[in-house]
């Protein structure tokens, strides 16, 4: 069965970084690729970046200079970084596993709230 | 960048209409489009891929089509559980949503 699951802290100074992590299970993070989705309260749904079963990374052109996504194999898990936080990146923050190939995204995990404040 | 346009941003239904969404990508993205639905407070669900294909559980009163910039999304006989938001996903190359729609009831 396969589940992906986020967490993190629920609430980032702005100027800090935010740290997820998504642990998944039911299949292996070598196997497929992972990504990062995010949403902003009412808003619609951004791709953040991915992490591809060879381990190479790609991002969002509009993110990149802040980003930056990793992974544990060993524990099946997957780290996204975003330095720099200003409150619009205040949102739900999803990892969801990727087909083959490039690939649509069949699974999701249920989300972190992220609030970015002081 | 891929962009996509996706309209209505909005739409309001009576129950056992047919709506009709549409995206329209910045490039040819080869049919490479995916649908989903969304419920709030709730992860997005895949509903079709690769432009017309229902994934398992999908209801046939939803169906896709188009091909090279163009696609579109119907829900034919509308039914309160579909009362939702929508995105476009387009995977040609890497990812891109399209701005989604609010399906509300009239």
């Known amino acids: 069965q396969v589940r992906l699951k986020e967490s993190g802290p629920r609430l980032v100074q702005p100027s800090q970084t935010l740290s997820v992590t998504c642990t998944v299970s039911?299949?292996?993070?070598?196997?497929?690729?992972v990504s990062w989705v995010r949403q902003p309260p009412g808003k619609g749904l951004e791709w953040v970046g991915a992490i591809w079963k060879g381990g190479s990374t790609d991002y969002n052109s509009a993110l990149k200079s802040r980003l930056s996504i990793s992974r544990d194999t060993s524990k099946n898990q997957v780290f996204l970084k975003m330095n720099s936080l200003q409150t619009d990146d205040t949102g739900t923050y999803y990892c969801?596993?990727?087909?083959?190939?490039?690939?649509?995204?069949?699974?999701w995990g249920q989300g972190v709230m992220v609030t970015v404040s002081s | 960048d891929i962009q996509m346009t996706q309209s209505p941003p909005s739409l309001s239904a009576s129950l056992g209409d047919k709506v009709t969404i549409t995206c329209q990508a910045s490039q040819n993205i080869n049919k490479y489009i995916a649908w989903y639905q969304q419920k709030p407070g709730k992860a997005p669900r895949l509903l079709i891929r690769y432009t017309s294909t229902l994934e398992s559980g999908t209801p046939s009163r939803f169906s896709g089509s188009g091909s090279g910039r163009d696609y579109s999304f119907s829900i034919s006989n509308v039914e309160s559980e579909d009362i939702a938001s929508y995105y476009c996903?387009?995977?040609?190359?890497?990812?891109?949503f399209g701005g989604g729609t609010k399906l509300e009831l009239k």
């Open positions: 969801a596993k990727g087909t083959g190939g490039w690939g649509y995204f069949d699974y």
């Open positions: 039911g299949f292996s993070v070598t196997s497929y690729h």
């Open positions: 996903l387009q995977y040609d190359n890497l990812w891109t």
